[in-house]
């Protein structure tokens, strides 16, 4: 065996970063949707609680639930993970955010977003260089 200088194991961990980054983000990215689910549903209102029950997480592989906004019902992609509002039964939750002319808004879902975001990428940003740092 040659001495390469140490090129062929940095060149064995660079080839593990990938593999390891997206095994290590899945665990962060479920906690962090998790965390911006529980700031909607203390934001949005609560006539009836269907708005605040329609409120979902959908992992990677997943189906988000048929007419849930925004987008729709999808698959989401790996290293994504979608939060969305509504269902077959709920379907104004823009109606809510937004108003309407005879009803003011009552913004839930993206002040929500907006508030957890900077925590949501620390964390995410930490497991991926955790994941990095790991890589063998």
Do not use: C
Not at 31 to 60: C, H, R
Not at 66 to 72: A, D, F, I, L, R
Not at 73 to 87: H, K, L, Q, R, Y
Not at 111 to 118: E, I, V, Y
Request: aromatic share 6%; net charge positive.
């Amino acid at each position: 065996m040659a001495d390469d200088g140490g090129l062929s194991s940095f060149q064995k961990r660079m080839r593990a970063i990938p593999k390891a980054a997206r095994e290590a983000v899945k665990p962060a990215l479920m906690k962090s949707a998790y965390e911006i689910q529980d700031a909607m549903e203390a934001l949005a209102p609560e006539d009836t609680g269907d708005l605040i029950g329609s409120i979902t997480v959908t992992g990677p592989g997943q189906s988000t639930p048929p007419y849930s906004q925004p987008g729709g019902s999808m698959v989401v992609p790996e290293n994504e993970v979608a939060i969305t509002v509504g269902n077959t039964a709920v379907r104004y939750p823009h109606l809510v955010e937004y108003g309407t002319v005879n009803s003011q808004a009552q913004p839930f879902f993206w002040p929500a977003f907006r508030m957890t975001r900077k925590r949501a990428l620390a964390r995410i940003k930490r497991a991926i260089g955790k994941a990095i740092r790991e890589a063998k």
